[in-house]
């Protein structure tokens, strides 16, 4: 029996000390953890003060709960997924993406009106409330079964301006291109990443486990003099799935010499 001699409370001392076990590697990753039984006799506690121990560890994202089977030890390993965000020019003047080709959809796409928020306003120059077509999707990979959530949004004055997009705004982003640069547009792209914890939604659709954050990606298509044309976002589960960029030098800008 592991003797418990830590301040705070008893349930705290406990889950600290199975931390140390997986932290030192005694509880392997992807194992099973010994059993209420097991522990209790091994801490020599209560069984609601290992329950409270587990909780808190599952809180912290170090241990998977499995209906039927018990506690796991939470994997270390690299995720399942590299998701490259490059943008290619084809041939024929289209476009392609790495990725792009191998998403399935697990629904069919819905496409509804909306409006600008604070946020997706700011980064489209756009007011509050401001007319857009928006398109969800619900994407998985075959290969490793990661889901993914993609939103496309263009705004009404977009589409007016190229009338398919706004006759069928649930095509791909890669047809969207096509037809932004067949409009004039020389584009190109801006892009954010961040990390958060997921709305309750969000858990369920991508399927998440506790104490996962998922990687909440926005990606802007920029046009003639700068201006955003639309935005996508894509929310994938951060234990699932990596994202990958090519970066390339700018050029930088011709000096001018003095006479």
């Known amino acids: ?9 008893l349930y705290q001392q406990v889950a600290a000390a199975i931390r140390e076990a997986i932290l030192s590697g005694e509880f392997a990753p992807d194992s099973p953890l ?3 039984a097991q522990l209790i006799a ?7 003060t290992v329950r ?3 909780a808190a560890l599952r809180a912290e994202g170090l241990i998977d709960v499995r209906h039927g089977k018990g506690s796991f030890v939470r994997s270390d390993g690299q995720p399942a997924l590299t998701i ?3 943008i290619s020019r084809s041939s024929d003047g289209g476009f392609t993406m790495p990725n792009g080709d191998e998403w399935e959809e697990a629904e069919e796409p819905a496409a509804y009106r909306t409006r600008t928020t604070k ?29 993914a959530m993609h939103r496309t949004l263009i705004p009404f004055e977009v589409a007016e301006a190229v009338p398919p997009l706004g006759k069928k705004p649930s095509m791909r982003p890669a047809e969207i291109y096509r037809l932004l640069a067949e409009d004039g547009h020389a584009l ?12 309750p939604d969000e858990r369920a659709t991508l399927q998440l486990p506790d104490a996962t954050p998922i990687l909440h990606l926005v990606r802007v298509a920029h046009g003639t003099d700068d201006h ?3 935005l996508e976002e894509l929310r994938v589960g951060a234990d699932r799935a990596e994202i990958a960029y090519r970066i390339t030098a700018d050029k930088q800008p011709a000096r001018r010499h003095k006479a």
Do not use: K
Request: hydrophobic content about 35%.
């Open 1 to 9: 029996m592991t003797e418990i001699q830590r301040p705070g409370a």
């Open 84 to 86: 490259e965000r490059r």
């Open 42 to 48: 091994r801490y020599g506690v209560s069984r609601p």
């Open 228 to 230: 955003p044309l639309i």
């Open 119 to 147: 946020a997706t306003g700011r980064m489209l120059h756009l007011a509050e409330e401001e007319a857009l077509f928006g398109c969800d999707r619900l994407l998985t990979d075959p290969s490793t079964g990661t889901r």
């Open 188 to 199: 190109w792209w801006s892009e954010t990443v961040r990390a958060r914890m997921p709305l």
């Open 52 to 54: 409270n121990a587990i």
């Open 34 to 36: 010994p059993s209420e």
